[in-house]
């Protein structure tokens, strides 16, 4: 078996590779969208502590 009989996969390869990329894809934005999600939400909770403590 040489390389590009591999990366055809019998005539599949675009839709074998192509399913590759979006779950790829998807693994990403799993790990990557929670990570930029939970910065938002402690940023959130800084601005609400600071301001709590400036009303006491």
């Not at 998807?26 to 939400?41: E, G, M, Q, S, T």
Request: glycine share 8%; no cysteine.
């Amino acid at each position: 078996m040489n390389w590009s009989e591999f990366f055809a996969m019998g005539g599949y390869g675009f839709y074998v590779w192509t399913s590759y990329a979006v779950a790829a894809v998807v693994l990403a934005f799993n790990v990557l969208l929670p990570l930029r999600r939970r910065k938002a939400v402690h940023k959130t909770l800084r601005e609400f502590y600071r301001l709590k403590g400036e009303r006491s």
